[in-house]
């Protein structure tokens, strides 16, 4: 059974830092682009990040450049999402999901495998 866990989310002040993991189980992926999401209360799911298959070329989004890193571990199967200097717009659920390319892309209909999500709260 294939498997996206994500862990690492929580509650943090404003100015704060997070860092997201997404373990994969059941198949490797380090031959797809991998993507974080994110999905606030009444607001369309948007791409925050995303990372080639290699990890050579990565996306970010107008509102989190500078401030989220996205990285990834082949040899474990693992993504991950460090977010600095969090604001309390950027409170949502975090998704981790693997693309059916190896190459970043923004878009939610090009991702095949996705996580359950992890809870991000940011006070001000």
């Known amino acids: 059974q294939v498997q996206l866990v994500e862990s690492g989310g929580g509650l943090v002040q404003a100015g704060g830092s997070l860092r997201l993991s997404c373990a994969a189980s059941?198949?490797?992926?380090?031959?797809?682009?991998m993507g974080w999401f994110r999905q606030a209360p009444g607001k369309e799911r948007e791409c925050v990040a995303a990372?080639?298959?290699?990890?050579?070329?990565?996306y970010y989004a107008d509102s989190v450049k500078g401030r989220f890193t996205i990285s990834r571990d082949n040899a474990e199967n693992t993504v991950y999402l460090q977010m600095n200097s969090l604001k309390p717009e950027d409170t949502a659920v975090y998704y981790c999901?693997?693309?059916?390319?190896?190459?970043?892309?923004?878009?939610?209909?090009?991702?095949?495998?996705w996580g359950q999500g992890t809870q991000v709260t940011v006070s001000s």
């Open positions: 990372i080639n298959w290699r990890g050579g070329g990565t």
């Open positions: 999901a693997a693309a059916l390319s190896r190459y970043a892309t923004t878009l939610p209909a090009e991702y095949n495998y």
């Open positions: 059941g198949r490797t992926f380090s031959s797809n682009a």
